[in-house]
């Protein structure tokens, strides 16, 4: 993914809503918001600060998190909940 892309996405991620997903690994905050399309944008802080920082676009396949560029344990937490929080939206939609 070229810098245009994650820059352009950048501008329009908005922070003030809820994530669709949050988790925290080795002292990082990370969170998924909508992007475009199956895309999904990934951001990240330092636990205890207030400033969110645009890292990538992901690719949500409906099963799997991509978002090469960050290691496979990242991944795989945000992974995970952003299939927990898909089964919960799917079952409130029930």
Do not use: C
């Not at 997903?21 to 944008?41: C, M, T, W």
């Amino acid at each position: 993914m070229d810098s245009t892309q994650d820059e352009s996405l950048n501008g329009a991620v908005s922070y003030e809503g809820a994530p669709i997903a949050e988790v925290e690994h080795e002292g990082l905050e990370y969170r998924i918001d909508p992007g475009r399309g199956s895309a999904v944008a990934i951001s990240r802080r330092e636990a205890g600060t207030f400033q969110w920082a645009f890292v990538m676009e992901g690719r949500w396949d409906g099963v799997q998190l991509k978002a090469k560029g960050l290691g496979y344990p990242v991944v795989s937490a945000l992974s995970s909940a952003l299939s927990q929080a898909m089964r919960v939206r799917e079952e409130s939609w029930a």
